[in-house]
């Protein structure tokens, strides 16, 4: 079993469209959960992160971190085409540094 | 330079050949990453580098991989006798934060085929 498991997708949505993308995870000693976003052919950037459980927002984007169920979730609101790409979470124990990923999820926001 | 470097963006190589990838982090960053990209696979850590500690090689898949980080600046990753099952996306990524490495840029990667 792998560490953190991510749905691969493809996801395709209409444009205005809320997107859920969620990642489930094994080691309870991650303390940092993170997600990426990354273009065809371009390295990953980072969206935001969120450490231990709890919510954080930012524009049209919302993390949400369960570590009672070991889950974390992205939302995305009024989804755009540009928003199309490949979703990755990350986690991290700050003891170690690792980022761990998930297998990312194809986004496609359709117009 | 604004972000990371990685070159080249592209290899080509044959099998049994040794190839060398180069990662130039953002200046003043204190840790290093590399990782490689399979389709389907998501990233999967090879090795960190932070400061002057010993590296965490933890996740390098064989001897044939080393990497080596000169003057805490940049950095290059190894592959000796490559096998097709090397054919990947290497990705580097420096951080500016000496403990929790929350904030990793990455560069565009490298993209090597082994033939």
């Known amino acids: 079993q792998k560490e953190v498991e991510q749905d691969p997708g493809p996801l395709s949505v209409p444009e205005g469209a809320i997107v859920s993308l969620n990642c489930t995870y094994s080691?309870?000693?991650?303390?940092?959960f993170m997600w990426y976003r990354q273009y065809s052919r371009k390295g990953p950037e980072l969206l935001m992160y969120?450490?231990?459980?709890g919510n954080k927002e930012d524009g049209r984007f919302t993390a949400q971190v369960d570590k009672s169920s070991k889950y974390i979730s992205l939302f995305i609101r009024d989804s755009q085409p540009s928003d199309s790409a490949t979703y990755l979470c990350?986690?991290?124990?700050?003891?170690?540094?690792?980022?761990?990923f998930g297998t990312g999820t194809l986004l496609a926001v359709q117009p | 330079g604004a972000g990371v470097s990685q070159s080249p963006s592209n290899k080509v190589t044959e099998k049994g050949k040794d190839v060398e990838l180069r990662c130039d982090p953002i200046?003043?960053?204190?840790?290093l990453y590399w990782y490689r990209q399979s389709l389907g696979q998501g990233l999967e850590f090879l090795i960190y580098?932070?400061?002057?500690?010993?590296?965490?090689k933890s996740g390098l898949p064989s001897d044939r991989f080393s990497a080596e980080r000169t003057g805490g600046s940049v950095s290059t990753l190894t592959i000796q006798r490559t096998q097709q099952e090397d054919s990947a996306v290497y990705l580097c990524?420096?951080?500016?934060?000496?403990?929790?490495?929350?904030?990793?840029?990455f560069g565009q990667g490298t993209r090597l085929t082994v033939v």
């Open positions: 990524a420096s951080s500016p934060r000496p403990t929790v490495n929350t904030e990793a840029f």
């Open positions: 080691n309870s000693a991650f303390q940092y």
């Open positions: 969120t450490y231990s459980s």
């Open positions: 990350a986690m991290m124990v700050s003891a170690t540094n690792k980022l761990i």
């Open positions: 200046s003043g960053h204190t840790a």
């Open positions: 580098f932070q400061g002057n500690s010993a590296p965490d």
